[in-house]
């Protein structure tokens, strides 16, 4: 009897481990299907096309790996700020920086010449206690809609010509959109290569020995190199006598240059975080390895006390906050988060 008993006992618990396994094995396939409807619904809403089954195959495993990557940061520990899955989540991270970070951090102390040594708000004292020249702010303020370079590592003259749109406006009291296209066709120094990286300091001299840049609706972006248009560069609509760096490594002095206009700046903007950053105070785990330009547009404090730059990108208003993204300000490292201290500068008229 108990010799039948414990043969009962055995095969229950081989139905139970067998029941365990079939539902795992259900789970998986059920997540398996929900994953490849949810990319078939994300290519339909992004308009993405692959060339074969091969490279969808291929895609779909990225995908899926950087939805779960997202699912688990937004699950966990609260950080103070969120991922979600955008244009971008059929890109590795590799291929996404190879794409959209093109600033030269390792050419600065090199190929740069004539620096300006001046820095006119070194005696700024009294400045906004909060500050939105971007979100919410189009129709007041010296910041032209979010702009989408596309898959050209161009980001250096983008940033140029955000804080050169803005001087201009504050000047003229006239908000235009300037060419970005001019500069990657037109500016063939050495050290700027279009849509294979540039410095932003290089774009502003490239401008004033071009006595200027026309506008975008003239000479419109087309997100890849091309051969200069000297005809339609030949009619500026705004102009810059120079640009000023901001004293390095001083948040302090970048505040103080803020406070008057948009600034252009060099940040870190690598790793899965800042690819799908979607909302919150970035306070994401960076270095100081410049690669990417972007314009700092603003500043502020949420509730909580925490302090934010905020940040005009130029990957499109489907990225981030609207196109812009909010960066812990005033941190203990004299660099600040991403470097954002370190390489600031903006044009002078």
């Known amino acids: 009897m108990a010799s039948t008993n414990h043969f009962q006992c055995m095969f229950l618990a081989l139905l ?35 060339k074969d089954v091969k490279e969808k195959d291929i895609r779909f495993q990225i995908f899926k790996e950087n939805v779960e990557r997202i ?4 699950e966990g520990v609260d950080r103070g700020y969120k991922l979600s899955v955008n244009q971008f989540a059929d890109q590795t991270n590799e291929e996404f920086r190879a794409s959209r970070n093109g600033y030269k951090r390792q050419s600065i102390e090199v190929m740069s010449v ?27 303020g010296a910041v032209t809609p979010v702009k989408d370079q596309g898959q050209c590592g161009c980001c250096w003259a983008f940033s140029a010509v955000a804080s050169m749109e803005g001087i201009n406006q504050l000047k003229t009291g006239k908000l235009v959109s ?12 050495a050290v ?14 490239f401008i004033k020995q071009n006595k200027g840049l026309t506008t975008e609706a003239n000479y419109p972006y087309v997100g890849q190199d091309g051969t200069c248009n000297s005809k ?5 609509a705004a102009k810059i006598t120079g640009y000023e760096d901001v004293p390095s490594n001083k948040e302090k002095a970048l505040l103080q240059a803020v406070a008057n206009h948009p600034v252009s700046v060099a940040i870190e903007a690598s790793g899965y975080n800042f690819q799908f950053y979607s909302s919150g105070i970035f306070t994401g785990t960076c270095g100081t390895n410049l690669d990417h330009g972007v314009t700092a547009v603003g500043y502020g404090a949420i509730a909580n006390g925490t302090k934010y730059w905020l940040i005009k990108n130029s990957w499109g208003s489907g990225w981030g906050e609207n196109g812009y993204i909010r960066m ?10 991403c470097g954002i201290a370190m390489k600031a500068s903006y044009p002078i008229v």
């Open 232 to 236: 339609k560069a030949a009619t500026p």
């Open 16 to 50: 139970f481990v067998l029941g365990v396994f079939s539902s795992q094995a259900s789970s998986r396939l059920f997540n398996e299907q929900t994953m490849l409807e949810r990319h078939e619904q994300w290519m339909a809403h992004h308009g993405r096309v692959y």
């Open 178 to 189: 300037l060419s970005e296209q001019e500069i990657v066709d037109c500016d063939v120094k």
């Open 114 to 140: 004539s620096k300006p040594t001046t820095f006119r708000y070194a005696n700024v004292t009294v400045v906004p206690k909060v500050l939105n020249r971007g979100i919410g702010y189009l129709k007041k």
């Open 192 to 205: 700027d290569q279009g849509c294979y990286g540039g410095l932003i300091d290089s774009a502003f001299q």
């Open 71 to 74: 699912n688990a940061f937004n």
């Open 328 to 337: 812990k300000k005033d941190i203990a490292a004299k660099e600040g988060l």
